[in-house]
T-cell receptor, first 115, second 115 residues
Framework: AQSVAQPEDQVNVAEGNPLTVKCTYS??????LFWYVQYPNRGLQFLLK??????LVKGSYGFEAEFNKSQTSFHLKKPSALVSDSALYFC?????????????FGTGTQLKVEL | DTAVSQTPKYLVTQMGNDKSIKCEQN?????MYWYKQDSKKFLKIMFS???????INETVPNRFSPKSPDKAHLNLHINSLELGDSAVYFC??????????????FGDGTRLSIL
Protein backbone atom coordinates (compact mmCIF):
# COMPACT_ATOMS: atom_id res chain seq x y z
CA ALA A 1 0.00 0.00 0.00
CA GLN A 2 1.06 3.56 -0.63
CA SER A 3 1.83 5.71 2.39
CA VAL A 4 3.38 9.00 3.43
CA ALA A 5 4.85 10.02 6.76
CA GLN A 6 5.14 13.46 8.29
CA PRO A 7 7.57 13.12 11.19
CA GLU A 8 6.83 16.50 12.80
CA ASP A 9 3.52 17.29 14.48
CA GLN A 10 4.44 20.97 14.66
CA VAL A 11 6.98 23.29 13.09
CA ASN A 12 7.67 26.76 14.48
CA VAL A 13 9.45 29.40 12.45
CA ALA A 14 9.96 33.15 12.67
CA GLU A 15 8.44 35.34 10.00
CA GLY A 16 10.90 36.02 7.24
CA ASN A 17 12.87 32.84 7.85
CA PRO A 18 12.83 29.88 5.48
CA LEU A 19 10.52 27.01 6.37
CA THR A 20 10.58 23.30 5.67
CA VAL A 21 7.80 20.80 6.35
CA LYS A 22 8.99 17.23 5.96
CA CYS A 23 7.37 14.32 4.17
CA THR A 24 8.66 10.87 3.26
CA TYR A 25 6.85 8.37 1.09
CA SER A 26 6.61 4.64 0.56
CA UNK A 27 5.13 3.53 -2.76
CA UNK A 28 5.27 0.71 -5.24
CA UNK A 29 5.74 2.13 -8.70
CA UNK A 30 5.91 5.79 -9.60
CA UNK A 31 4.99 8.20 -6.81
CA UNK A 32 2.32 10.84 -7.39
CA LEU A 33 2.71 13.23 -4.48
CA PHE A 34 0.69 16.22 -3.32
CA TRP A 35 0.76 18.93 -0.68
CA TYR A 36 -2.43 20.43 0.73
CA VAL A 37 -3.00 23.16 3.32
CA GLN A 38 -5.90 23.39 5.75
CA TYR A 39 -6.81 26.65 7.46
CA PRO A 40 -9.03 26.56 10.58
CA ASN A 41 -12.62 25.52 9.85
CA ARG A 42 -11.90 25.17 6.14
CA GLY A 43 -11.39 22.35 3.69
CA LEU A 44 -8.07 21.34 2.20
CA GLN A 45 -6.56 23.54 -0.48
CA PHE A 46 -4.22 22.16 -3.11
CA LEU A 47 -0.70 23.64 -3.05
CA LEU A 48 1.36 21.60 -5.50
CA LYS A 49 2.01 18.16 -6.93
CA UNK A 50 4.84 16.03 -8.25
CA UNK A 51 4.09 13.65 -11.07
CA UNK A 52 7.25 13.50 -13.13
CA UNK A 53 9.93 15.82 -14.46
CA UNK A 54 11.81 18.46 -12.48
CA UNK A 55 12.53 17.54 -8.89
CA LEU A 56 11.74 21.08 -7.73
CA VAL A 57 8.03 21.77 -8.01
CA LYS A 58 6.60 25.25 -7.61
CA GLY A 59 3.12 25.81 -6.24
CA SER A 60 0.71 28.35 -4.81
CA TYR A 61 1.51 31.15 -2.34
CA GLY A 62 5.27 30.92 -2.97
CA PHE A 63 5.58 27.32 -1.79
CA GLU A 64 7.77 24.76 -3.49
CA ALA A 65 8.65 21.14 -2.84
CA GLU A 66 11.71 19.08 -3.60
CA PHE A 67 11.29 15.50 -4.74
CA ASN A 68 14.23 13.31 -3.73
CA LYS A 69 14.00 9.75 -5.03
CA SER A 70 17.05 8.42 -3.19
CA GLN A 71 15.75 9.68 0.14
CA THR A 72 12.10 9.00 -0.73
CA SER A 73 11.25 12.49 0.43
CA PHE A 74 9.02 15.30 -0.76
CA HIS A 75 9.67 18.20 1.61
CA LEU A 76 7.65 21.41 1.38
CA LYS A 77 9.62 24.64 1.45
CA LYS A 78 9.23 28.38 1.35
CA PRO A 79 12.13 30.85 1.29
CA SER A 80 10.47 33.44 3.55
CA ALA A 81 7.62 32.51 5.89
CA LEU A 82 4.62 34.73 6.57
CA VAL A 83 2.40 34.75 9.65
CA SER A 84 -0.49 34.01 7.29
CA ASP A 85 1.20 30.70 6.34
CA SER A 86 0.29 29.35 9.78
CA ALA A 87 -1.95 26.37 9.08
CA LEU A 88 -2.09 22.57 8.99
CA TYR A 89 -0.16 21.01 6.10
CA PHE A 90 -0.80 17.57 4.66
CA CYS A 91 1.37 15.51 2.38
CA UNK A 92 -0.53 12.95 0.30
CA UNK A 93 0.12 10.19 -2.21
CA UNK A 94 -2.20 9.11 -4.97
CA UNK A 95 -3.17 5.47 -4.44
CA UNK A 96 -4.57 3.59 -7.40
CA UNK A 97 -4.75 0.17 -5.72
CA UNK A 98 -8.12 -1.52 -5.85
CA UNK A 99 -9.07 0.21 -9.07
CA UNK A 100 -9.90 3.48 -7.42
CA UNK A 101 -8.21 6.85 -7.23
CA UNK A 102 -7.79 8.04 -3.68
CA UNK A 103 -5.42 10.18 -1.69
CA UNK A 104 -3.66 8.67 1.28
CA PHE A 105 -2.71 11.47 3.65
CA GLY A 106 0.03 11.90 6.18
CA THR A 107 -0.84 12.81 9.73
CA GLY A 108 -0.41 16.52 9.12
CA THR A 109 2.08 19.12 10.37
CA GLN A 110 0.92 22.24 12.15
CA LEU A 111 3.00 25.19 10.97
CA LYS A 112 3.21 28.19 13.28
CA VAL A 113 4.87 31.34 11.98
CA GLU A 114 5.56 33.95 14.64
CA LEU A 115 6.53 37.59 14.45
CA ASP B 1 -19.01 30.73 -6.62
CA THR B 2 -18.32 27.87 -4.26
CA ALA B 3 -16.81 24.95 -6.17
CA VAL B 4 -17.61 22.15 -3.69
CA SER B 5 -20.36 22.94 -1.22
CA GLN B 6 -21.55 20.86 1.69
CA THR B 7 -24.63 21.26 3.85
CA PRO B 8 -25.03 21.53 6.70
CA LYS B 9 -21.82 23.07 7.98
CA TYR B 10 -22.61 21.99 11.54
CA LEU B 11 -24.72 19.04 12.65
CA VAL B 12 -25.43 18.30 16.31
CA THR B 13 -27.67 15.34 17.04
CA GLN B 14 -28.44 12.56 19.47
CA MET B 15 -27.02 9.08 19.41
CA GLY B 16 -29.24 6.67 17.49
CA ASN B 17 -30.60 9.26 15.07
CA ASP B 18 -30.32 9.12 11.27
CA LYS B 19 -28.86 12.09 9.40
CA SER B 20 -27.76 13.10 5.92
CA ILE B 21 -25.02 15.38 4.60
CA LYS B 22 -25.29 16.80 1.11
CA CYS B 23 -22.52 17.68 -1.31
CA GLU B 24 -22.62 19.42 -4.65
CA GLN B 25 -19.83 20.40 -7.02
CA ASN B 26 -20.10 22.86 -9.91
CA UNK B 27 -16.70 22.07 -11.44
CA UNK B 28 -17.98 19.54 -13.95
CA UNK B 29 -15.87 16.83 -12.34
CA UNK B 30 -16.71 13.17 -12.82
CA UNK B 31 -15.40 11.81 -9.51
CA MET B 32 -16.51 12.66 -5.97
CA TYR B 33 -15.28 11.52 -2.57
CA TRP B 34 -16.12 11.46 1.10
CA TYR B 35 -13.33 11.75 3.68
CA LYS B 36 -13.51 11.61 7.47
CA GLN B 37 -11.24 13.76 9.66
CA ASP B 38 -11.08 12.69 13.27
CA SER B 39 -10.32 14.73 16.36
CA LYS B 40 -6.58 14.28 15.80
CA LYS B 41 -6.96 15.74 12.29
CA PHE B 42 -6.24 12.40 10.65
CA LEU B 43 -7.89 12.19 7.21
CA LYS B 44 -9.14 8.96 5.69
CA ILE B 45 -11.06 8.18 2.53
CA MET B 46 -14.50 6.64 2.99
CA PHE B 47 -16.07 6.45 -0.47
CA SER B 48 -15.49 7.48 -4.05
CA UNK B 49 -17.94 7.68 -6.94
CA UNK B 50 -17.12 8.06 -10.61
CA UNK B 51 -20.02 9.07 -12.85
CA UNK B 52 -22.52 7.90 -10.19
CA UNK B 53 -20.80 4.53 -9.82
CA UNK B 54 -19.23 3.46 -6.53
CA UNK B 55 -15.54 2.73 -7.07
CA ILE B 56 -14.03 2.98 -3.58
CA ASN B 57 -15.67 1.67 -0.43
CA GLU B 58 -13.20 1.55 2.42
CA THR B 59 -13.87 -0.38 5.62
CA VAL B 60 -16.72 1.84 6.67
CA PRO B 61 -19.65 0.53 8.76
CA ASN B 62 -22.69 -0.20 6.63
CA ARG B 63 -24.58 2.42 8.66
CA PHE B 64 -22.93 4.83 6.22
CA SER B 65 -24.54 4.86 2.80
CA PRO B 66 -23.46 7.21 0.02
CA LYS B 67 -25.86 8.12 -2.77
CA SER B 68 -25.06 9.85 -6.03
CA PRO B 69 -28.17 11.00 -7.92
CA ASP B 70 -26.00 12.56 -10.62
CA LYS B 71 -22.30 13.20 -11.10
CA ALA B 72 -22.54 16.66 -9.50
CA HIS B 73 -23.95 15.37 -6.21
CA LEU B 74 -22.77 12.89 -3.62
CA ASN B 75 -24.77 12.65 -0.41
CA LEU B 76 -23.90 10.73 2.73
CA HIS B 77 -26.59 9.14 4.87
CA ILE B 78 -25.74 7.82 8.31
CA ASN B 79 -28.07 5.52 10.25
CA SER B 80 -28.08 4.89 13.99
CA LEU B 81 -25.44 7.49 14.80
CA GLU B 82 -22.84 6.55 17.40
CA LEU B 83 -20.53 8.66 19.55
CA GLY B 84 -17.55 7.57 17.46
CA ASP B 85 -19.10 9.11 14.36
CA SER B 86 -18.29 12.58 15.72
CA ALA B 87 -15.84 14.04 13.22
CA VAL B 88 -15.53 16.44 10.33
CA TYR B 89 -16.70 14.97 7.03
CA PHE B 90 -15.23 16.39 3.85
CA CYS B 91 -16.55 16.05 0.36
CA UNK B 92 -14.14 16.41 -2.57
CA UNK B 93 -14.19 16.14 -6.34
CA UNK B 94 -11.71 15.70 -9.18
CA UNK B 95 -11.59 15.17 -12.91
CA UNK B 96 -10.11 11.75 -13.47
CA UNK B 97 -8.74 11.86 -16.95
CA UNK B 98 -6.33 8.93 -17.46
CA UNK B 99 -2.82 9.92 -16.46
CA UNK B 100 -3.81 13.47 -15.62
CA UNK B 101 -3.33 13.30 -11.85
CA UNK B 102 -5.59 16.26 -11.29
CA UNK B 103 -5.84 17.51 -7.70
CA UNK B 104 -8.92 17.00 -5.62
CA UNK B 105 -11.01 20.01 -4.61
CA PHE B 106 -12.46 19.96 -1.11
CA GLY B 107 -15.54 21.41 0.50
CA ASP B 108 -15.31 23.21 3.84
CA GLY B 109 -16.52 20.20 5.81
CA THR B 110 -19.48 19.22 7.95
CA ARG B 111 -18.80 19.13 11.66
CA LEU B 112 -20.85 16.30 13.13
CA SER B 113 -21.23 16.14 16.89
CA ILE B 114 -23.08 13.27 18.56
CA LEU B 115 -24.51 13.92 22.02
Amino acid sequence: AQSVAQPEDQVNVAEGNPLTVKCTYSVSGNPYLFWYVQYPNRGLQFLLKYITGDNLVKGSYGFEAEFNKSQTSFHLKKPSALVSDSALYFCAVRDLTGGGNKLTFGTGTQLKVEL
Amino acid sequence: DTAVSQTPKYLVTQMGNDKSIKCEQNLGHDTMYWYKQDSKKFLKIMFSYNNKELIINETVPNRFSPKSPDKAHLNLHINSLELGDSAVYFCASSQDLPGSNQPQHFGDGTRLSIL
